[in-house]
């Protein structure tokens, strides 16, 4: 009871976090100077037209001409009958751009988060074990180039290397390749730097972690008690070890999860020309599409909301110590 | 396209479309054509696709013409829909879907060709579906489609009637003689669709049924009457049209030979590359057959085997705009011609263009580019190049030209009436290195004809919001009020905040139209933001060239104008934009003029 009781409450609040964010965000974009407004009243006026009629055909095309309430009324009535309304701007729902978008984003956001997350902890453990060593200085200095390196810049440097002197690997995303042979070594070959790219800024943070949080416990007495005893090395390494690091690191986890999909995956994607989640809420801010800029905010605050509370719930499991029964 | 086996069967191995990528992925196409994914044929060589790849910066938002008309929509809307008929470099009309002419320019006959035929089942295109269009949605009030030209079908607020004569023809019937009325945009290059398809959605007004239409969204409608059919269109990626073997004009008597084969191409494609350097690296590598090269990566490309570089004049001008509205802080001497004179001897407009803009330019002297058949040498003054540039000129002439204005020179400064040192604002919009840079050179040029300058970036639509937009601030009602970019008088309609000069807001020259820069230049002209009062009376002017079809008498005054505005330096004529496109060098067909898409079906590679 006291659990589901815990998750029902959190699940609650998340709508109200949801709630907020939305109202911002609808308001936010509301009070934005509107670029395309101006542009498309600069070219009435300028041939001659009016440029106020012009303005009126614009909010008409773009939904925008009703009181602000009113519309934000209509969004969320929407929305609680699970429509998420249209984007002018892609001429599609908003539901259909982001289940459009999702598949290209996660072909290669998962291969770059699953190789980064088993890279980054074996590594870090590694060099934890091994502290001072030169391979530990080696993964040091791995991590710090994959933090340090702009993304935009390396992915932009790769590209020149591989795919337009070495023809290794091709410089534009093919997107129906990618949705009708998604399994297939074409589409491989064309995911390679992005996923490479993204792999190498997430796989620094989580060997850091790894390794700075498996010291604590490399010379803890339990370990020494544990050796003492004739635990074999493995054992030591995955369950003396690895298992007490893996609570704190679960919460950067959802984090790195969160910094992929949210920052990373703009610049990876505008430099690769993946048509994925980050370019379609990177242009629905900059084209003022409401409808999508919300849609497509919504999913993060998902993310975000969803993956803390798995990470909560993960604590109670990978530490007996911690209970939600009384909370 | 190879005959009985589908693209996307061989997609992983024909990603490489132009002939360059296909001679780099030889190993792979060899293997491709072993798996049987080309075509042999008679002579046993294999034939490819040939392919058109056009890399863009932004995709299309919609592929409905009727409520969005910008040129991702209307690029894309092109290879399934000719439009109405082409203009030739040379101005001379192209007929495509139909002819126009006209005995007297007030009156105009649209006469549409026999072998029209909509897709969908829609039938033969009719009059009778452009009346509709024209009427139901063009001049529709209220404007139930968002049509954002609505402008382009009234002439002083009245819809231009139109009327059906034949099966195949209809009227438009001006108010008055307009002979350049073939070269506005209103019918060159005008789209239409079945009447039949907007019926279902006009009584209601249901713009966003419309919008959603299947058939609208994927051009379903367009049957024979393009180049090119819809293929398919993944948003923010790609847009693909195939070739229509369909095409009306193979059917057509009398048109150049070239246009009877037409298009050249198996497939075009527009593909979404955001990044600029992915770009030029997709040209590099063949994946992409065209996009368009920044000035400052041309010398990048220059030498660059199997890629072409072409330079197209283009008609928009950077201008220095002169804040002359009353909330400006040197006001008083921006209105005075003889001030601005000074001024544009500040400004060396050469060094502009060779320097900032790497030669990817031209100086400008007056609202027309030298191109332009309007273009008189004769009549133009030219300011900042050769002896018309230098700041000991400038400030011998500001220095007198300030005499009937509060300001004056204190030793080498310009000052106002509290001995104060005269600081303008130029603000410019963000977002390009060589405006950017061109505000830092014109704040030096000025400084050193006594004037401190003060640059602030912004964004276009904070920039329109905060500095171009003005309204009314005086007592009552204004005298009159031509728009938000142009509230009232001068002294009374300001913009929300204070600037002296603004730079990056480019004008359309209209070389073609050229009575279109009325706007711009009388009073009470709905762009006048800048609040120029002229001294001479272009209005007059205007109306004779837009009323006469004597072609001599319209070019004398169209000469005179263009004049009057490079001597009056309404703002600081800089410079015309060029428009700079990296080629497969095996493309053939484009030609370094204005205007050089109008021809872009016969385009071809020199192996196809």
């Not at chain 2, 209220?142 to 139109?162: C, L």
Request: charged share 20%.
């Amino acid at each position: 009871m006291g659990l589901k009781w815990y998750t029902a409450r959190r699940v609650a609040w998340a709508g109200v976090v949801a709630g907020v964010i939305l109202t911002v965000t609808f308001v936010l974009l509301e009070l934005a100077p509107d670029s395309q407004l101006a542009s498309v009243q600069f070219q009435a006026a300028a041939r001659g037209g009016s440029a106020d009629a012009a303005a009126e055909a614009y909010a008409r095309r773009r939904g925008l001409d009703g009181p602000l309430w009113e519309r934000y009324v209509d969004y969320l009535a929407n929305l609680a009958t699970g429509d998420w309304g249209w984007s002018d701007t892609r001429s599609q729902p908003v539901g259909e751009a982001i289940l459009t978008a999702l598949p290209y984003s996660l072909m290669y956001t998962v291969p770059a988060v699953i190789a980064s997350t088993a890279l980054g902890i074996s590594i870090g453990l590694y060099s934890a074990f091994n502290q001072y060593t030169k391979t530990d200085y080696a993964a040091t200095f791995v991590a710090f180039f994959g933090i340090s390196v702009p993304n935009f810049w390396f992915g932009i440097l790769l590209l020149l290397v591989f795919a337009v002197h070495l023809g290794w690997v091709p410089v534009l995303f093919d997107a129906e390749l990618a949705r009708t042979h998604t399994f297939s070594l074409a589409n491989a070959r064309q995911l390679a730097l992005p996923v490479f790219v993204l792999g190498t800024s997430a796989v620094a943070g989580t060997m850091r972690y790894t390794r700075a949080e498996a010291l604590e416990y490399v010379r803890a007495t339990f370990v020494k008690a544990a050796r003492a005893k004739g635990v074999s090395e493995r054992r030591i390494l995955t369950r003396h070890v690895l298992r007490p690091t893996l609570v704190p690191l679960s919460t950067i986890l959802v984090g790195d999860l969160l910094g992929v999909v949210l920052s990373a995956s703009y610049l990876v994607e505008v430099v690769f020309g993946i048509p994925g989640l980050g370019r379609l809420s990177l242009e629905a801010i900059r084209r003022q599409d409401t409808a999508l800029v919300l849609g497509t905010t919504l999913v993060p605050v998902f993310v975000a909301v969803v993956g803390n509370l798995l990470q909560d719930l993960a604590y109670a499991v990978l530490d007996p110590r911690i209970d939600y029964g009384d909370r | 396209m190879p005959s009985g086996t589908s693209l996307d069967d061989c997609r992983p191995t024909l990603r490489g479309r132009s002939r360059r990528s296909f001679l780099s992925l030889l190993g792979l196409g060899g293997a491709a054509a072993l798996a049987g994914c080309s075509a042999p044929e008679s002579d046993g060589t294999v034939a490819e696709p040939v392919e058109y790849v056009e890399g863009t910066a932004t995709g299309t938002r919609t592929l409905n013409f009727l409520s969005v008309d910008d040129n991702p929509a209307v690029n894309r809307v092109q290879l399934a829909l000719d439009g109405a008929y082409a203009v030739t470099p040379e101005q001379e009309i192209f007929p495509l879907w139909a002819d126009i002419s006209t005995d007297e320019g007030r009156v105009y006959t649209v006469e549409l060709r026999d072998n029209l035929e909509w897709g969908a089942e829609y039938g033969q295109m009719t009059a009778e579906d452009w009346i509709y269009t024209i009427t139901e949605v063009f001049q529709a009030d209220p404007n139930w489609a968002g049509f954002p030209n609505t402008g382009d079908w009234r002439q002083n607020g009245e819809p231009i009637p139109v009327e059906k004569t034949g099966r195949r023809s209809f009227e438009i019937q001006l108010q008055s003689v307009d002979p350049a009325f073939p070269l506005r945009p209103v019918m060159w290059g005008a789209f239409c669709m079945p009447k039949a398809l907007i019926e279902q959605y006009r009584p209601g007004g249901d713009q966003a049924g419309l919008q959603q239409d299947e058939e609208v969204q994927t051009l379903t409608y367009a049957g024979n009457l393009g180049p090119y059919r819809f293929e398919r269109w993944e948003r923010e990626s790609e847009f693909v049209a195939v070739r229509n073997d369909e095409y009306y004009l193979r059917e057509v008597d009398g048109v150049p030979d070239e246009w009877r084969d037409a298009p050249y191409f198996d497939s075009y494609t527009y593909q979404v590359v955001p990044e600029g350097s992915s770009r030029l690296s997709a040209l590099r590598s063949g994946e992409l057959t065209a996009t368009d090269v920044p000035e400052t990566r041309v010398e990048q490309l220059e030498g660059v085997d199997g890629i072409d570089v072409k330079v197209f004049p283009q008609a928009f001008m950077t201008s220095l705009i002169y804040n002359q509205r009353s909330n400006g802080s040197f006001y008083e001497a921006l209105r005075e011609p003889a001030v601005r004179r000074a001024l544009a001897h500040a400004v060396d407009k050469e060094h502009i263009v060779d320097d900032v803009l790497r030669g990817y330019g031209n100086v400008a002297h007056t609202f027309q580019p030298t191109f332009s058949q309007w273009y008189a040498d004769d009549e133009v003054t030219e300011y900042g190049v050769g002896d018309t540039y230098g700041h000991e000129r400038a400030r011998e002439l500001l220095e007198s030209a300030l005499d009937p204005t509060p300001y004056r020179y204190d030793g080498d400064r310009v000052v106002d009436e509290d001995d104060e040192q005269v600081t303008l604002d130029l603000v410019f919009v963000q977002g390009s290195q060589a405006v950017q840079t061109t505000a830092q050179l014109v704040a030096q040029e000025y400084d050193a004809v006594g004037l401190d300058v003060e640059i602030t970036g912004k964004e276009y639509g904070t920039l329109v919001e905060q500095h171009v937009f003005n309204s009314w601030q005086g007592d009552g009602d204004p005298p009159w009020n031509a728009g938000p970019y142009n509230g009232g008088p001068r002294d009374g309609s300001v913009s929300q905040d204070p600037w002296d000069l603004i730079l990056g807001v480019t004008f359309n020259t209209y070389p073609r139209t050229p009575s279109a820069t009325r706007g711009f230049t009388i009073e009470r002209g709905g762009i006048n933001f800048y609040g120029y009062v002229p001294e001479t009376d272009f209005g007059s002017l205007f109306e004779t060239a837009t009323g006469t079809v004597d072609e001599t008498e319209r070019g004398e005054t169209l000469a005179e104008i263009f004049g009057a505005l490079s001597a009056e330096q309404p703002f600081n004529f800089l410079n015309m934009g060029v428009k700079i496109v990296g080629y497969d060098s095996a493309v053939r067909g484009p030609e370094e003029v204005f205007g050089y898409t109008w021809n872009r079906n016969t385009w071809r590679l020199d192996s196809a």
